[in-house]
């Protein structure tokens, strides 16, 4: 039981300490795309698994940060990125399943690279949509299953057990823009791309837009 608790916490440290090296990666595959948007989003945001902070960088200083995070061994680089980017963080250690935000309350949410590891993609979803006002905007970024039948879709789903464990959870096999495009909100603006590198297991991904 100690031993099984100690390790879940190196795990936790491990994938805080393995994001945190990628942030110069991520910001080289998906910074242009993300600058874009960012930079237009209001005061305050709630952002679903912010992580150690990949996203921070392109906040405008000043933003209120409502980041909803329930692995703690990502807080310490998160309050980090906080401070060297100026953004006024609150954090909820809690899982985006279930949000501690009153309904309607909140203008922009952001999620990246998170719904792939939530235990309950719909129910994330569908909290996003709660919390968001009418014309608020949810903005996405995962990485996607791949077409059935290809390839890619085999290796992903060969890759999956050990990836899940490897990586927090995460699942390589998530439609994950079927269950944005299908949520119910009013407009839905999804670009689909493929990373440079495709033979990558998480080559497939979704970028956009969802207006409430
Ligand atoms: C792959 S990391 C992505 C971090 C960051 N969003 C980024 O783009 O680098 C996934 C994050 O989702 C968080 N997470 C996992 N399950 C979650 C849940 N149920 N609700 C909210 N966040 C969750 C993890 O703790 C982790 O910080």
């Known amino acids: 039981m100690i031993m099984s608790a100690f390790m879940l916490h190196m795990r936790d440290e491990l994938n805080a300490w393995m994001l945190h090296r990628a942030d110069a990666v991520m910001d080289r595959i998906y910074g242009q795309r993300k600058r874009a948007i960012y930079s237009r989003l209001p005061n305050t945001v709630v952002e679903i698994g ?29 309050r980090s990125q906080a401070k060297r980017y100026n953004i006024h963080l609150q954090i ?55 077409v059935s039948g290809t390839p890619l879709r085999g290796f992903q789903e060969k890759l999956l057990g050990i990836w899940r464990r490897l990586f927090d959870g995460c699942h390589l096999n ?24 495709r033979v990558l297991p998480i080559a497939p991904h979704i970028f956009g837009v969802a207006v409430n």
Request: contains cysteine; aromatic residues 6%.
């Open 174 to 197: 998530r439609a994950t823009n079927t269950l944005i495009g299908t949520a119910g909100f009013a407009d839905v603006d999804m670009d689909c791309f493929i990373l440079r590198w």
């Open 50 to 78: 912010p992580g150690t902070g990949a996203n921070l960088r392109y906040y405008a200083p000043n933003t209120r940060l409502i980041a909803i995070e329930p692995n703690r061994a990502m807080h310490p680089r998160l």
């Open 92 to 146: 909820k250690t809690m899982q985006g399943e279930q949000i501690d935000l009153p309904d309607a309350s909140v203008s922009a949410v952001v999620g990246t690279l998170v719904l792939c590891s939530v235990q309950d993609p719909q129910q994330v979803i569908a909290e996003v949509r709660r919390i968001l006002k009418p014309g608020g905007r949810y903005i996405f970024l995962e990485h996607v299953a791949a």
